[in-house]
């Protein structure tokens, strides 16, 4: 973190109020996520153990070595942690996540949400109990499998935070997660102003149920066939209607907006010029508009870059025990965001404006982390003292 943020995010508003986030993190993991201890160790100092592994991107058997303090060892921790019922998680994750976002969300407000998706590398090999989590795709660090999370985002001016987390399993379509997160919002009395989506997400079943709840969204063109091409190379057509599976039961329309846009060749290195479309629905916008508002799901990848910093380290092929740390490491960013929001904004008339650089991501896991040695090193010497008494 430069110098000119450094200051700024050591003498602010947040100074002293660590502890109370620390408390208030574990306390929500423990009210909606049951954990079974072993030995002397208590729920909340498993959960902070966990915490500590997030901040620090260590595993169980990193974060037991951490000299001076009183962590679990590997052993133990692994232990308590594999008592977490998968069925607990997906039952209660939203939850989770409501106590570190309706501080800024009100019912019967229009929001924009975007559901997307992480991937987590896997080096192991499949067994009975994980086969269903593990997809392929693209090699990236190595390997060609993942665990892959889908969340539900929503996203106020630069607020970003997550709603919800599923594992993605193979047995499950697209479908299937939309129509869950589509529950979600309407159960928490939210409305939405647009549901924004990327390719992978491109199917009939997707626009059909769409369009039959009535839901406004937007999601880019993926160009397959040789018509749907055609029509997105016409120059003239600037807007046009495309039948989506045509001359079938699952036939379906959908309403495009096209626009050409000039990159860079990776190839050669010129600039070459290539045609986009968005399949929209349910509002009246311009595509300026549209492409302006679509932006504002590019910067859900900052979000993940910053859950991969607090994501621990695992090799384990347990699906709960993955599951849960993703959750965990989701539900820091959703609190570095309310923290933002409570000590942060910008003293103006009009809506909230949040200054990131005031407080910087690595600014707040450093002062948690300190907080975490603070709160682990007095309870070790208070039982230190005990026993000598």
Known sequence: MGSKYHKKSNSCPFRGKEKFFLESTIIAVRTHIPIIT??????????????????????????????????????????????????????????????????????????????DEVTDPYYG?????????????????????????????????????????????????????????????????????????????????????????????????????????????????RQFTYALCENTKAEIDLEIMRFTARKRSKKTGKMVEKNYGFVYYGIDWSLNRIRNVYKSRFSIESSYRMRNIVRPKTSTRKPAVRYFFAIVSFLLKNIWVVILFDNFRRKQRGPFVINCNWFRFDAFIGRMWNTILNTVINQFHILNDSDIT
């Not at 647009?194 to 039959?212: H, I, K, M, P």
């Open 38 to 115: 072993t030995g002397t160790f208590i729920p909340d100092e498993i959960i902070m153990t966990t915490v500590g592994m997030c901040l620090n991107h260590h595993s169980p058997t990193e974060i037991c070595k951490t000299p001076g303090v009183n962590f679990p060892s590997g052993t133990t921790y692994r232990n308590c942690i594999d008592t977490i019922d998968f069925d607990t998680l997906i039952k209660n994750n939203t939850a989770l996540f409501a106590e570190f976002s309706r501080q800024f969300l009100k019912k019967g407000r229009h929001y924009i949400f975007a559901v």
């Open 125 to 237: 090999e499949k067994i009975l109990e994980n086969e269903d989590f593990i997809v392929g795709g693209k090699q990236k660090k190595s390997t060609n499998y993942f665990y892959s999370y889908i969340t539900l985002y929503i996203t106020i001016r630069n607020k970003r935070v997550t709603l919800a987390v599923y594992p993605v399993r193979k047995s499950e379509n697209k479908v299937s997660y939309i129509k869950r997160f589509i529950d979600i919002i309407r159960s928490k009395g939210y409305l939405i102003s647009v549901l924004l989506l990327d390719r992978g997400y491109w199917s009939a079943e997707v626009f059909q149920y769409l369009q039959t709840e009535n839901i406004p969204h937007i999601m880019p063109v993926k160009a397959q066939g040789e018509k749907l091409k055609k029509l997105l190379g016409t120059e003239g057509f």
